[in-house]
């Protein structure tokens, strides 16, 4: 009886270590299986989040569309020079993408009132200084133009990168070009023609004193003076140039004649 007992311990204990493989590779397996599970219903709500946001992206887009005007509309006249639609829709499109970096609704009644009269106001302030750089004789070569679109070029990784930009900045490459045609002498007057105070040492520190506290309140590292002193320089009398770039305009719009034609 014992020789026929070992063996059908022995037989009894095979099927037992079989069963408990067999579990163990089925644990496995149901392991894996849910993995498999989680894994593909993750992909499945990544997949599902991304086609949402694309939808409102969509729809957002279709908001700013609406926005825009026939560009062969006539959005303004400045002193017998027409502003066309062309010109608005491409400046609407940076005003658009700048009020959404800032975390505003450039669709909202308010932000679409506020968008247009910035976009209106940029395009009569820009014209006016134009027209006042053409008469001071300020003209853009075509050796400068070529120089400033390669700088431009230079900002992506590559040519697609650049061409998915101007699309997104509803631009082409002629409007690019005269853009920057049109810059090359603005930015030549207000370099010569608008001349700021240099910033001063107490302006220096008031302004730093401020960005002191601020960093401190949101618990960031603050740099010292004198390595922040070239930036706050900068930035100081980079504001002064606008602020009288703001009173020169309007002091320019007092002697012309402006027609809001939308």
Known sequence: MKKLF?????GLLAVVLTACGSNDEADKKNDEKDAKTTEDQQSKETAKATEEQQKKMEEMQKKLDKQKVDEKETVAIVNDEKISGADYNSVLSTTQMQMQQFGQDPTTKEGAKQIKDQTINSLVGQTLLLQA???????????????????????????EKFKEAMKQAGLNAEMLN????????????????????????????????????????????????EEMKPQIKEQIEQQKKQEKLVKHVEELQKNAKVDIKI
């Open 178 to 225: 005269t853009q920057i045609a049109e810059n090359i002498p603005y930015t030549k007057y207000v370099e010569n023609e608008i001349k700021v105070d240099a910033a001063t040492d107490e302006e220096i520190e008031k302004y730093y004193k401020q960005v002191a506290e601020q960093a401190k309140t949101s618990g960031q590292k603050v740099q010292k003076l």
């Open 6 to 10: 070992y063996p059908i311990i022995i």
């Open 133 to 159: 750089a053409d008469k001071k004789g300020y003209t853009a070569s075509k050796a400068e133009i070529q120089k400033q679109l390669a700088k431009i070029k230079d900002q992506y990784e590559n040519e």
